[in-house]
């Protein structure tokens, strides 16, 4: 089995962490259980630069350490819609730098440069050096494909048939995205889009399956259907995003899609625009039932569970840290805490945050859906009576729905 996230931000992209290296991503990543890393901002001379100089190129694949990494990138187009390239090899990417340039004022400073040219001319470029390519984030309100445009047709024309997969991002999961005909032939990715390289944010969504080989040409015939086959998505619950329910931009009050067209999309409490919520937007777009799909485990890193569990306001703080590095020391790599321990064993290092872990695992968890730019909120309570209690008392929040 191989772990893989294909989504992150090297240190010259705007909001990442200094600390985006290559040699700190590759000790995060083997500490988060990750096999293969996507390098992102690739098309970056400066990250170019550094990631040439801190792996070392072999046949399909970057290599750092124990880690393997694929020259990715995620550009905006003239829409504001992103895209997300993965290229199979180091000189590929100089070539299309070339074809890149010639479209982009800012592709030398920026790590996810701005190509003037829509999502069609984007995939031709990209096919025409032989990368993968796919909408990026598929879901957010601002910077992605639904958030433009009703259709992959609308956004990518007649390259259409030439997309290689759908990153759901952190707004949605797989029985969201395959209410949507279109995307019945295109595999699901859930990837990080990390800003920093600690735990928390690196492999926060990851994907795992079966590769024919760890490299460019294995993930190929992954998306191709040729050989291997993918296994499981794990990420955030789309619930705990921003943008999940229809709400108020500015007080967060959430409303159904029903209550927010009947109020002209306006605030009953303040007056300010109400933000159609991903819920309602995939809705809106749905054309059939959740079709079948690989598992999808709602499953936050490792340190934002302790973090819940003890009430803290940052996976970063002593506390928590401390008992990450206690389950980490004694039972290895986070993945395999999160997804593969026996909840058993987990408790007799830590008996709170195993059953924690149990709870999300079983999908026990309160969850109060965020909406209008505010995130959502995990309630994690002792026994299934006082979930009950909760979930009457918030269920107009839970629902979406607006508070008389």
């Known amino acids: 089995m191989t772990d893989f996230d294909l989504h992150i931000h090297g240190k010259h992209s705007g909001g990442v962490s200094p600390e985006m290296e290559i040699p700190i991503i590759a000790e995060e990543a083997e500490k988060k259980g990750l096999d293969i890393v996507g390098t992102g901002d690739i098309l970056n001379p400066k990250w170019l630069r550094h990631v040439k100089e801190e792996t070392v190129e072999k046949n399909g694949y970057l290599k750092h350490g124990d880690i393997k990494f694929l020259p990715t990138t995620e550009v905006e187009d003239e829409n504001r819609i992103h895209h997300l390239i993965i290229f199979p090899k180091l000189e590929t990417v100089e070539k299309a730098y070339q074809d890149f340039q010639e479209l982009s004022d800012d592709i ?13 001319k ?3 470029i990209a096919k025409k050096h032989d990368c993968l390519i796919g909408p990026c984030h598929a879901f957010t309100p601002y910077t992605a494909i639904y958030g433009k445009k009703d259709s992959l047709k609308e956004c990518y024309g007649n390259q259409v048939e030439n997309l290689d997969f759908l990153e759901l991002g952190l707004s949605a999961d797989s029985k969201m995205a395959s209410k949507i005909s279109a995307h019945k032939d295109l595999i699901f990715l859930s990837n990080s889009d990390a800003h920093s390289p600690w735990p928390h944010r690196l492999g926060r969504e990851f994907n795992r399956a079966e590769l024919e080989e760890e490299s460019f040409e294995g993930l190929k015939k992954l998306f191709e259907e040729k050989a291997g086959e993918l296994n499981l998505n794990v990420g955030l619950d789309p619930r705990e995003g921003k943008y999940h329910c229809s709400a108020c931009n500015s007080c967060h009050q959430k409303y159904s899609v029903k209550e927010a067209k009947d109020f002209d999309w306006s605030c009953q409490e303040c007056s300010e625009t109400i933000k159609k919520g991903v819920k309602d937007r995939v809705n809106e777009l749905s054309d059939r039932e959740p079709g079948y799909r690989v598992d999808y485990l709602h499953l936050p890193p490792l340190a934002k569970i302790i973090q819940y569990t003890v009430g803290h306001a940052s996976p970063t703080t002593k506390t928590v840290q401390k008992r990450y590095k206690a389950l980490n020391e004694e039972f290895g790599a986070e993945i395999d805490i999160l997804v593969e321990k026996d909840i058993q064993q987990l408790a007799q290092v830590d008996r709170e945050v195993a059953e924690s872990i ?3 695992r ?4 309160v ?14 309570l002792e026994d299934n009576k006082e979930k009950e209690k909760v979930m009457e008392k918030k269920k107009d929040e839970i629902n979406c729905c607006y508070r008389n």
Do not use: L, Q, T
Not at 108 to 120: F, H, W
């Open 367 to 380: 969850m109060i859906p965020g909406g209008g730019g505010e995130y959502g909120e995990r309630i994690i």
């Open 108 to 120: 030398r400073r920026e790590g996810r440069p701005r190509i003037k040219a829509d999502g069609e």
């Open 122 to 124: 984007i995939v031709e």
């Open 362 to 365: 079983n999908d026990e968890i």
């Open 358 to 360: 149990r709870k999300f």
